[in-house]
């Protein structure tokens, strides 16, 4: 069966600071990936996603960049977090023949 | 016209009762409806979807109805418990450029009391 993991589960970080975030997928082989983050309350905005390896498509600008360095290893990362960028950040990965989307645990950023 | 509009923000049902969550949409490209159940400090997790030449689809407790004409589809949890306390998304989805594109509603909180 698929599992997905995240880490760190939760972080608390300085503005200013750099950040990494890490998905990875096991039982199964070059998933589409996704990256999501909730604000407090709120809906799930889409960050990135990924079809393949160095594939990299961004829905919205922001200081944040994603990178897929193997086929089942997601990455967020930032030179300089700012305040907003505090969320619960999801990672999701769907099969590329099928509809259904499978998030993670989730990272809970604090930006202090 | 990418937006889901999902209602209603909160809600609070009786042990037993049916929760009715709704959601609306524009875009007639959409052609994958999942809900997603979320606890807090969880991940969301699917529950259960529908496509659009299917008007209802039923799984345990949990039914999608689903309105193609009036773009509109909708969550019946019957029988409702205390462990379906949660926040419920829905949202719709379609390819686009080799990807799935899914738009998410902006959550119903749900509170089945004793």
């Known amino acids: 069966s698929q599992t997905i993991h995240q880490w760190p589960a939760t972080l608390v970080q300085p503005v200013g600071s750099p950040l990494s975030l890490e998905c990875t997928v096991e039982?199964?082989?070059?998933?589409?990936l996704y990256w999501y983050r909730q604000a407090a309350g709120r809906g799930l905005q889409l960050l990135f996603y990924?079809?393949?390896?160095?594939?990299i498509s961004s829905e919205v600008p922001q200081n944040l960049s994603a990178s897929r360095p193997q086929d089942r290893q997601f990455i967020l990362s930032s030179k300089k977090l700012l305040l907003s960028d505090s969320g619960f950040y999801l990672c999701?990965?769907?099969?590329?023949?099928?509809?259904?989307?499978?998030f993670g645990p989730g990272t809970r950023l604090t930006v202090l | 016209q990418q937006q889901v509009k999902q209602s209603p923000q909160s809600l609070i049902v009786q042990k037993g009762g049916i929760s009715i969550i709704n959601c609306a949409y524009e875009?007639?490209?959409?052609?994958?409806f999942p809900w997603y159940q979320q606890f807090p400090g969880k991940g969301p997790a699917l529950l259960i979807a529908?496509?659009?030449?299917?008007s209802e689809k039923k799984e345990g407790r949990f039914t999608i109805s689903f309105n193609k004409s009036a773009k509109q589809f909708s969550l019946h949890i019957m029988d409702s418990q205390p462990g379906d306390s949660a926040t419920y998304f829905c949202?719709?989805?379609?390819?686009?450029?080799?990807?799935?594109?899914?738009?998410f509603g902006t959550g119903t909180k749900l509170q089945v009391i004793p």
């Open positions: 949202a719709a989805s379609f390819l686009s450029g080799g990807y799935q594109k899914v738009t």
């Open positions: 999701a990965w769907r099969h590329g023949s099928y509809n259904e989307q499978f």
């Open positions: 039982g199964t082989s070059n998933p589409n």
């Open positions: 875009n007639t490209a959409f052609d994958y």
């Open positions: 990924s079809v393949g390896i160095g594939q």
């Open positions: 529908i496509r659009p030449d299917v």
